[in-house]
C-alpha cells in the first residue's frame, strides 16, 4: 500500500527488531533520525495458543509481513538462535526465525543476524546480561515508560537498537539483502 507510506528523508530508517519463538515472538521497532533513535513500537505474538507447529510457523509469517507493511522497516534485525541441548527445542525455533526471515526476504529488506551475546554486550556492555538488565537499560535509553511483562518484546527491540549501533561496523554477522544473497552465503545447505 504505497499510498499509506510516509515519504522518509534520506535521513531516515526504521529498524525492525526480532526475536523468533514458537512461544512468544517479540519484536520491536525504531526509528532513526539524523542518527538518534525514536521508540516506534514494541510488542509481542502469543504462539502457545496453536497446538499446530505449521499453524505457528503460518502465523508467524504472516505477522511479520503485516509488521513490514504497516510499518516499511528498511532494515529487519533478528536474534539467531543459541546453541542448547533439546534439538527438537533448537529445530523448532530455527524453523520459527526461518519464517520471519523469509517474510522479510520476499519484501527485499535486509535482513542481520546477531548473536544473542553480541545483543547483550551492544546494549549493556556485559554479554552475559539478563533480560532484566536488557529490558532496564532499553528502558533508559528509549525513555520507555513502563516494561511488558513477557521480556521477548523487549529481545526484539534489543535486536534493532543492537543493529543501530552496529552500523557501518563491519560486525561478523550473518547478512542478507534477499534469495540471492541467501542462496549465495549457504551453498551447503542448498540441495542442487
Known amino acids: 500500500m504505497l499510498q499509506n507510506k510516509e515519504i522518509k528523508s534520506v535521513n531516515e530508517r526504521i529498524i525492525l527488531g526480532i526475536d523468533p519463538g514458537t512461544t512468544i515472538m517479540g519484536f520491536g521497532i525504531i526509528k532513526i533520525v539524523q542518527k538518534k533513535m525514536e521508540f516506534v513500537q514494541l510488542n509481542e505474538l502469543i504462539l502457545n495458543k496453536y497446538d499446530d507447529h505449521y499453524q505457528k510457523l503460518r502465523v508467524i509469517f504472516e505477522r511479520t ?3 513490514i507493511e504497516t510499518h516499511h522497516p528498511d532494515e529487519i534485525a533478528i536474534e539467531a538462535p543459541f546453541f542448547g541441548k ?4 533448537m529445530l523448532k525455533l ?3 526465525q526461518g519464517v520471519a526471515m523469509a517474510a522479510g526476504l520476499s519484501r527485499q529488506i535486509p535482513i542481520t543476524e546477531y548473536e544473542p551475546k553480541k545483543i547483550k554486550m551492544a546494549i549493556t556492555g556485559n ?3 539478563s533480560k532484566e538488565q536488557v529490558a532496564k537499560m532499553l ?4 525513555g520507555l515508560k513502563t516494561l511488558p511483562k513477557n ?4 529481545d526484539g527491540l534489543a535486536a534493532a537498537v543492537c543493529h543501530f549501533f552496529n552500523s557501518g561496523k563491519p560486525t ?3 547478512s542478507y539483502t534477499g534469495w540471492d544473497a541467501f542462496v549465495k552465503q ?3 545447505k542448498v540441495r542442487k
Open 65 to 67: 509481513i503485516e509488521l
Open 86 to 89: 533439546n534439538v527438537q527445542s
Open 94 to 96: 530455527g524453523r520459527a
Open 127 to 129: 554479554g552475559n546480561a
Open 139 to 142: 528502558q533508559q535509553l528509549l
Open 151 to 154: 521480556l521477548d518484546s523487549t
Open 172 to 174: 561478523g554477522e550473518k
Open 186 to 188: 549457504n551453498e551447503d
